[in-house]
């Protein structure tokens, strides 16, 4: 059995089989989007990481250093959102090669730093330590949610809508941009694409809002919409069916996929950090989420309904219903870009 | 400037300026073992966090990947312990490089839960990527400590007795024989050092021991008991003396020394990860410590006093009294084993 075989999920189950010694404490251990745990009082704590690495996870000279610090926090900040919770203090780890200097570290915790004033989040520690090839961030991130209140995978029932909080596939095309510098694209489309990928933007706000308003499950597209509907239907026991036509596509995403000769949907479906929240909710809420909500244009776009078994599966643009493929990023498997 | 010139604590505090940014939230953010959080409720959590690079904190072969998992969770464990506080959860995150097999990091993990189950901390979350080069670990951990409770650095006090836990130099001995392999030592007396280094015993119960009996201030020895000293007698805004023969040495570290023909003593005051605590205390929780704790044969060596001022300085076995450096271990300094 080799790491292809098990990829990271399979690897991970087996890893953290038998890890909880204290079980009153854990509302919920591995598998969600972060650790939702018990403390004293009304509220709950939510506990997640992040390990980033050069050359794996992003690329110096296509990334600045702050892009790469403010991407460090907001794979965080993703998680804590998509449990409906509001992120509080962050501790940092730095492996650091020598090539760097100390400006360059400055730069890369402006990155984090800006995005903590944002989300008001406190760096209150860290380890910072030599390694000799790359620079090596992790970010564990500590949030919390009314007890009770958190947002988990499992709650999707059939019946219920499934929608993203916006447009999919830009980090795949700033990506792919980055793998092609060549491509002959519109310099605002290339440019769009590529903040996507270098600086994604949690959606910390409306993880918080939809919470409130009883969404039924909830989790961030890191991996891809499609891993991530996996995801919810398995946690949820539940299938589910998606419209392609439905997926919503930023205009500049779809011509930079044209000019690379690639399916944008298939960006849309299988491309990993756009950091957007993937949902469902029942017909009541959906009242709610659509009417209320003032803190950006919309955060609903329907893209499907989750049925009683029947996999996830696509109805593609030309009608027909074909059953969608995990197919997502796997950051054990794709070892570099 | 680069980093030598600025060292891992220079660097820190340049790094770490203007990062909180709900103030309210935060008892204690960067600078001390672990950072004190407030929550809901009767407790404070500890948060703290430890990166460790393959060939720079641990050489595979030396360590088996059983007790690297362990050290990984002793020296986050060690923190926790320095403040008082009893640790709860952990997040892991691992960089995996390519020769590593899946059976790999099972045996990673089981020394990981050996240690968790030990100290009854739950593994609640992590991440798991590929690395090229090494393995990296990193291991954030949360703890908890009453209110009010947290034993600081900075709380040493004129008058007061400083004291370590246990018998010091023993990782800087087995740190030795891993780069002199060729040294002929009793078997006995290398295998005990050795351990020592590669897997090292957090104080756990004597740190919420100590906590509970009001010493003044608390710190885990993870970078050398000088280094210790001067951040206790800094954070404090006091001096201190410490006698040489007063430091508890091991006879087996002494034979490993002699074997070198280095001076015993200069690995206990210079050498890192003992992981034993350093603290003082007043005379009146002097007398509490020896004679309550039954926890295990002794917790309390005295090893010198604090002083109004004056620096950190030696009474050496001659003695003289001569100012004492840092020079302790500097883990961005030090970028090879």
């Known amino acids: 059995m080799n790491f292809n075989q098990l990829g990271e999920f399979g690897l991970i189950d087996i890893l953290t089989r038998d890890t909880i010694y204290k079980p009153e404490e854990v509302i919920k251990g591995v598998g969600d989007d972060t650790a939702v745990l018990k403390v004293d009082g009304n509220k709950w704590l939510l506990f997640t990481t992040d390990l980033m690495v050069e050359g794996v996870h992003f690329v110096l000279g296509y990334s600045t250093l702050r892009q790469v610090g403010w991407k460090a926090m907001a794979v965080n900040l993703s998680d804590i959102a998509a449990m409906g919770g509001r992120p509080a203090h962050a501790v940092v780890s ?9 400006s360059d570290l400055v730069e890369l915790y402006q990155g984090m730093k800006e995005a903590c004033e944002v989300y008001k989040v406190n760096i209150v520690g860290g380890d910072t330590v030599g390694n000799p090839e790359r620079l090596v961030l992790n970010v564990a991130l500590l949030g919390e949610v009314m007890a009770g209140k958190a947002v988990y995978r499992s709650g999707a029932r059939p019946g219920d809508k499934l929608y993203v909080t916006g447009a999919l596939g830009a980090s795949e095309a700033g990506l792919h941009l980055l793998r092609n510098p060549e491509l002959p694209c519109p310099k605002e489309a290339a440019d769009y694409c590529r903040k996507a990928h270098a600086a ?3 959606r910390v706000d409306e993880g918080g809002y939809l919470a409130g308003c009883g969404v039924s499950s909830m989790q961030d597209i890191s991996d891809g919409l499609a891993s991530e509907l996996h995801h919810i239907c398995k946690s ?23 000019k690379a000769g690639i399916d944008a949907v298939k960006w849309a479906l299988f491309g ?28 609903c776009y329907p893209i499907g309904i989750v049925t009683d078994g ?25 070892r570099d870009i």
């Open 94 to 102: 730095l492996a650091v090669p020598p090539r760097l200097k100390p």
């Open 200 to 202: 994604p933007i949690p």
């Open 236 to 258: 949820s026991g539940v299938g589910c069916l998606v419209r392609q036509v439905d997926i919503p596509v930023d205009a500049r995403v779809r011509s930079v996929a044209e």
């Open 272 to 299: 990993g950090e756009d950091l957007e929240l993937l949902f469902s909710a029942s017909r009541e809420v959906e009242e709610k989420i659509s009417d209320e909500y003032t803190g950006s244009e919309t955060i």
């Open 310 to 334: 029947g996999g996830v599966r696509l109805e593609q643009a030309d009608g027909k219903i074909v059953p969608l493929d995990r197919g997502g990023y796997d950051h054990f498997r794709e």
